[in-house]
């Protein structure tokens, strides 16, 4: 199995210098009906070419925003920036295409391969039009690149295992499109900040790598993700301020580790089907400012430190099988204990509904459901 997807990776890879070798044959033989006197640099003269055939598979411009693309002056297009090259003589730096920002252009079309022509880009922002397809191999040129923003648009197809070779990215939003199938655990590996993959068809596990990520944001929700909570996510205590993992269908319990996330800020756990009791750890998350985990299977008491936290504003526990909660859970400023099992408070589940629920004991061990409670630790 290794062998065999080091020789993918290899064909990738292969693949991946033919396409670039051809780009850059047509550059040379046939650049569009421009003189090459005619651009500042080397690198305008790359990036001419790439953003002509940006333009020619742009299939929809509703509004116009290419209609001043063209002539060789490209940093004078709407949406594109330049800077001075990073790798050149700081006093003497050529100019280069550091930036194409399109976002809520209400865009239709693809990426063209050609796009790989564009070395020094850090930013690439495409949210809120609609691209569709895939993206092409020659993204992973871009090594230069920093924020990648596909959000809210079309593209499908697997997870875009391109952008694994992309080693300066460190914002990727591939959320509302409709990218399919398994998510690589590297993934959790890659130096990000920040990570949505929200809102795709993507169906998968969180691995146990997942607390290897420096991310500081990380956003999972509206896809299918099976398999357990890992305890691992407590290792990203130093760096991790928003998780939410909402609408997701997983099927499992929220590990005691959770609380070692000191700086997380937001936590989303909403519209799942986790069961067991909300940790007790949760009370050292002492930055935490929203927690939501309804529309769940939880039950049990609601621990009296998670209502002492300084900063918590929102508590959204509605629609689980809560049996307590501590008087002063009631003075955040904004909760919601709705459809529990909680004597005297109002707009609570049926008795019998409680009683029928909480009569099957269910276990929970390292974050996953279990079919007998865990063994004690001297076992």
Not at 11 to 34: G, K
Not at 68 to 96: E, I, K, M, R, S
Not at 165 to 179: A, G, I, K, V
Not at 217 to 224: G, M, P, S, W, Y
Request: aromatic share 8%.
């Amino acid at each position: 199995m290794i062998t065999l997807l080091f020789g993918l990776r290899s064909m990738t890879i292969t693949n991946l210098l033919r396409s670039y070798f051809f780009l850059f044959l047509v550059f040379f033989i046939s650049l569009p009906p421009v003189s090459h006197s005619q651009f500042l640099n080397f690198r305008i003269a790359k990036a001419f070419t790439a953003l002509q055939a940006l333009k020619r598979a742009i299939t929809s411009d509703p509004n116009g925003l290419t209609s001043n693309w063209g002539g060789p002056n490209v940093c004078n297009y709407t949406g594109v920036f330049c800077a001075a090259a990073p790798d050149d003589d700081p006093h003497h730096a050529a100019l280069t295409v550091a930036g194409v920002d399109l976002n809520h252009r209400d865009l239709e079309g693809t990426l063209p391969d050609e796009i790989g022509l564009l070395s020094d880009l850090a930013l690439l922002h495409l949210n809120s039009n609609r691209f569709h397809g895939a993206l092409p191999l020659s993204l992973g040129s871009l090594h230069r690149l920093f924020e990648l923003d596909l959000s809210n648009n079309r593209f499908d197809g697997g997870f875009p295992m391109v952008v694994l070779d992309l080693p300066s990215l460190r914002f990727l939003d591939l959320r509302f499109n409709r990218f399919c199938g398994d998510v690589p655990p590297c993934l959790f590996d890659r130096k990000l900040d920040a990570l949505f993959l929200n809102n795709n068809h993507f169906t998968f596990s969180i691995p146990d790598n997942f607390g290897h990520s420096p991310a500081s944001v990380i956003v999972l929700a509206n896809n299918q993700i099976s398999g357990c909570l890992p305890a691992g996510l407590g290792d990203m205590a130093d760096t991790l301020r928003e998780l939410v993992i909402l609408n997701a269908g997983i099927r499992a319990c929220v590990p005691p580790e959770i609380g070692r996330l000191r700086r997380l800020r937001v936590l989303d756990l909403s519209y799942n089907h986790l069961i067991g009791p909300l940790p007790a750890t949760i009370a050292a998350m002492a930055e935490l400012e929203q927690l939501d985990v309804a529309h769940n299977k939880l039950s049990g008491a609601i621990p009296s430190g998670i209502c002492n936290l300084p900063r918590l504003k929102n508590f959204t526990y509605a629609y689980n099988f809560f049996t307590g909660e501590p008087p002063h859970c009631l003075r955040i400023r904004s909760h919601d204990d709705r459809k529990n099992c909680i004597p005297s408070r109002r707009d609570q589940r049926p008795p019998m509904e409680c009683a029928t629920f909480l009569s099957k004991p269910r276990f929970c061990h390292d974050g996953c459901i279990a079919s007998q409670p865990p063994p004690h630790p001297w076992q």
